[in-house]
């Protein structure tokens, strides 16, 4: 029996600086005396994962068997702010201030974000070997990611297989050109998250800066998303049956398999009409797709 914990940071941080100046193409076909934009953005990922595995023979049986805990936790943030018509080239980005541009009507040359996701699981695995004959292994996963809908953020996913080496048989091991033969098949599923953070939730965003009747400016603030409270693990099934041999001295050797993948609560970026929806583009889940092979 043994045990092993891992926890790890990464970090990356990224610094853009721009600056266009009067003479650019982007000036001169925009009316603009210059161009400057200053760019942040930070990566913070967090991972903690504790395995635990235990050993056992017991004459021709051999067993194995793993359990184990997962977190994974991504952080990002940053801010740009910009800004035009300088009144010299000479500042390029180190004078923001100067621009006209934000001075002009209200504009708020700027923005920043923060966002994070989680994801966690708890997970087992044995493997049991008779005789280096039968061969089996069954997987269990319960994973969580704070991405999906407020009921649906967890899900299961198990896998199995098996194996049979049907060389040793006594018929097959009288056959000298028969060096290993084995047949097996499996089962299993696994999650996919990939889409957008927050995108299970209803945001919302600054649409700009208005004059009110005062002549004071305001930010408007609206819906930026069509939200999908069902959204749920899209789930990849996996059927496989399948034959390796080794023959005539291990001269020849290979594999054959037969598989179908199936794609269930398949998310995607739909697009949709406008009205009902606020925005031309849902993220949805629908049905599922196939494909098999040899």
């Keep these: ?120 699981a708890f997970f087992t695995r044995g493997n049991y070997n008779y005789n280096d004959t039968w061969l089996l292994s069954g997987t269990i996963r319960y994973e969580g990611n704070t991405k999906f809908g407020k009921d649906n953020k967890w899900g299961l996913f198990p896998a199995i297989s098996g194996a049979w080496r049907i060389s040793k048989l006594p018929a097959l091991q009288d056959a000298g050109f028969i060096n290993d033969l084995k047949i097996r098949l499996s089962y299993g599923e696994t999650g996919r998250s990939g889409f957008g953070r927050y995108s299970a939730l209803a945001r919302y965003q600054g649409w700009g800066r208005w004059q009110n009747d005062q002549g004071e400016w305001i930010t408007v603030y609206g819906p930026s998303n069509n939200p999908n409270p069902n959204l749920r693990w899209e789930k990849q099934l996996s059927y496989n049956a399948g034959i390796d041999f080794s023959l005539f001295n291990s001269r020849l050797t290979g594999s054959i398999d037969l598989f179908l993948r199936k794609g269930k609560d398949v998310i995607s970026n739909y697009d949709v009409p406008v009205p009902p929806y606020l925005h031309d583009q849902y993220i949805h889940q629908r049905c599922y797709h196939k494909r098999r092979g040899v």
């Excluded at 913070?44 to 067993?63: C, M, R, V």
């Design 1 to 120: 029996m043994n045990t092993e914990l891992k926890i790890a940071r990464q970090d990356h941080d990224e610094y853009r600086r721009e600056y266009y100046n009067s003479k650019s193409r982007e000036s001169i076909n925009n009316n603009r005396t210059g161009r400057a934009r200053l760019e942040n953005e930070k990566w913070t990922d967090l991972t903690l994962e504790w395995i635990g595995n235990y050993f056992a023979t017991f004459g021709k049986h051999d067993l194995k068997l793993l359990a184990g805990y997962s977190y994974q936790e991504f952080n990002n943030h940053g801010f740009w702010t910009e800004n035009m018509d300088f009144p010299s080239d000479a500042y390029k980005y180190n004078n923001l201030g100067e621009g006209k541009w934000n001075n002009d009507e209200g504009r708020l040359g700027m923005d920043s974000w923060k966002s994070k996701e989680k994801t966690i």
